[in-house]
């Protein structure tokens, strides 16, 4: 007899407070000349496997700057686990998505039940992407987009701490932002200005038969007003929505699939295209 499915929560909480223990550790790993894994958000060296954000160096390139193979090859890593298994690193592996998420689950969720512009946040992030890389391209030759990465911010902070024995001043937004959304109850960061997201978003809408949540409306045995799934997600999203714009916002945490398993099940993870 099979028992109740696992819930997916405690794996991907335990993934992203290893990601974010391992970020603080490995700048004092470095220190000590212990060089296996080094780096940060924007490159990061695992055992000689590079792993690169595909932002920065997209703008690396678009400041004419040269572009290694190691670069490419990391930009290229992140990009296919994003084509394959979706925006995971936004649910899995951002410390500032982790913390976010804490800080909504925490707070007043004064927002709790209010519907999202997803024209607006989608579309919000798009345009700051785009108008980063024109303007690094055309007077800054410089990643400007890096200043608006939060895991960046992160990683940087704990590299300053360790080798400069000193706070990075700029680094305060981190909680500052943090503080925000805990009082107004909403992940407004991830929905409105992580220009990071994009690029994982947009690989991951490429591949229909890229892991995601589909829904099953035959399986539905919630009442029409009832939307344990909805009321779970951190990000106001309607998981049981077809709507390309919620789907390109949906970070595959699985946590609308965990507050379906008492509902029918109509909401799972799975590879391949729709039915």
Known sequence: MKGPPLSIRPFR?????????????????????ITAL??????????????????????????????????CAGAGLALLLALL????????????????????????KRASGTTFSRSASFASKLLIV?????AVFLFAPVPLLNQLSMPGWYS?????????????????????LLAAEFLSGRRFWCLYLCPQSV???????LLPGRLRVRFSGRSCTCAKPER????????????????????????????????????????????????
């Not at 407070?17 to 970020?23: Q, R």
């Not at 990061?44 to 670069?71: E, H, K, R, W």
């Not at 714009?245 to 379906?260: E, K, W």
């Open 38 to 71: 080094s780096g940060n958000f924007f490159f990061f060296n695992i055992a000689g496997i590079p792993l690169a954000d595909p932002l920065s160096v997209l703008q690396v390139a678009a400041g004419a700057f040269s572009v290694t193979t190691a670069m």
């Open 85 to 108: 298994m979706g925006p995971v690193f936004c649910s899995w592996l951002c410390p500032y998505g982790f913390f976010s998420e804490l800080a909504h689950a925490l707070g007043a």
């Open 228 to 275: 344990p799934c909805r009321a779970r997600c951190s990000l106001g999203l309607d998981p049981r929505s077809a709507d390309l714009r919620q789907r390109l916002q949906c970070s595959n945490c699985g946590d609308c699939v965990d507050a379906c398993r008492k509902n029918g099940r109509a909401l799972r993870f799975s590879f391949g295209r729709d039915a």
């Open 13 to 33: 909480r335990t993934a992203q407070a290893g990601v974010a223990l391992l970020f603080a550790v490995v700048p004092a790993l470095n220190r000590m000349e």
């Open 156 to 176: 940087r902070a704990m590299q300053h701490a360790v080798f400069y024995r000193e706070a990075l001043a700029c680094a305060l937004i981190f909680p500052a």
């Open 199 to 205: 690029l994982i978003s947009l690989a991951g809408a």
């Open 130 to 134: 785009c108008v980063g890389l024109l």
